[in-house]
Structures are given as structure tokens and as C-alpha cells.
């Protein structure tokens, strides 16, 4: 995010010009994009394995050898980033360096979604979905598994300083 976000970001507010060419139209909003994808699905999938290794404290499902671990965190990490990539399609597909007038009577280059013809609201739906699977989405399902795991953690008697006769029996000594 740092490298392909603020430097970018920052060079095209402070200049009236896209100076970094076509390619570069294209592949900073898809880093930008597919960097933000990367963020919210790792949060859902941390919120997910929170709630797992809660659930499996109240069920005692743990695997003690911590089989397959590793492969599981390649393959989770690598879904990650072909989820982010194809999420991140749009922004590369659609985008160009096009010129715009300004209201004072002069020519700049700009990179800017461009709309094809059959679809002149590409921008509009590639917002939508974009805020849709960036931010609604992973926020929803995220918002669900904290409240399951505050379920699952009441349940197990270990909210609000719950102590058992046990604990208080040791307390009072």
C-alpha cells in the first residue's frame, strides 16, 4: 500500500497530468485495489480462524501435531491473493490515459476509467461492486463470526468475571 498508493496518490493531486504512462494506468489501480482486497479478506479469514480455534476450545477438536498446517496456510494465503487479483480486474480492464478539457480552456491527460460503449456505466457498477466486496461483504461476515465467538465465549462461562466455586475457593485463601 505504501509503495503503489501514497506516492501515486499524492503525484496525481498535485499535478494536472498523468505522467506515468499507460502501463502505469493500469497496473497502480489494480495494485491499489487488489492491496485493499488483500486487507479485508485476511481480517475475514483472522476473524475465522478466531472463531475455529474458540469453537475447538469449547469441543475439544484441537489437533495436537499441527498437521498439515502449513499447507493449509499456503493455500489459505494463496486464495487470498487470486481473490484480491480477480476482484482486482476491473480496475486494470477499463482504465486508461484519456484527455479532458478543463473549464479553463486547456487539455490534460488523465487516468480514468473509460467506459466502452455497451456498457456506458462501468464506472458506477465497478464502484458498487467494488464497495460491495471490499467493505459490505468481508464487513458483514466478519460482524458475524465476532458475534458467534461472543456467543461461543458466554457459553463457556468466561464472560463478565464468572468465577466457578473451584476458583473461589482458591481465591479466599
Known amino acids: 500500500m505504501t509503495i503503489f498508493n501514497i506516492p501515486f496518490t499524492v503525484v496525481d493531486i498535485l499535478t494536472t497530468d ?8 493500469i497496473l497502480v489501480p489494480f495494485i491499489q ?16 480462524n478466531r472463531w475455529r480455534s474458540i469453537y475447538e ?3 475439544k477438536h484441537r489437533n495436537p501435531n499441527g498437521a498439515g498446517i502449513c499447507s493449509k496456510l499456503v493455500v489459505v494465503i494463496s486464495m487470498i491473493w487470486l481473490l484480491a487479483a480477480i476482484h482486482s480486474l476491473p480496475h ?8 479532458m478539457d478543463t473549464p479553463n480552456r486547456q487539455t490534460v491527460r488523465r487516468c480514468r476509467t473509460v467506459s466502452p460503449e455497451a456498457v456506458p456505466d462501468i464506472q458506477l457498477w465497478i464502484t458498487i461492486i467494488t464497495f ?11 460482524a458475524i463470526v465476532y458475534i458467534r465467538i461472543g456467543f461461543t465465549i458466554a457459553s463457556l462461562g468466561n464472560v463478565c468475571s464468572v468465577v466457578s466455586e473451584e476458583q ?3 481465591l479466599s485463601y
Not at 92 to 99: D, K, L, P
Open 57 to 59: 476450545t469449547k469441543y
Open 168 to 170: 473461589r475457593t482458591e
Open 33 to 48: 485495489a487488489c492491496c485493499v482486497y488483500v486487507s479485508a479478506f485476511t481480517m475475514l479469514v483472522i476473524a475465522i
Open 18 to 25: 498523468w505522467i506515468f504512462g499507460q502501463l502505469f494506468c
Open 132 to 142: 460491495a466486496t471490499q467493505y459490505v461483504i468481508p464487513l458483514s461476515i466478519s
Open 92 to 99: 486494470t480492464i477499463f482504465n486508461g490515459v484519456i484527455s
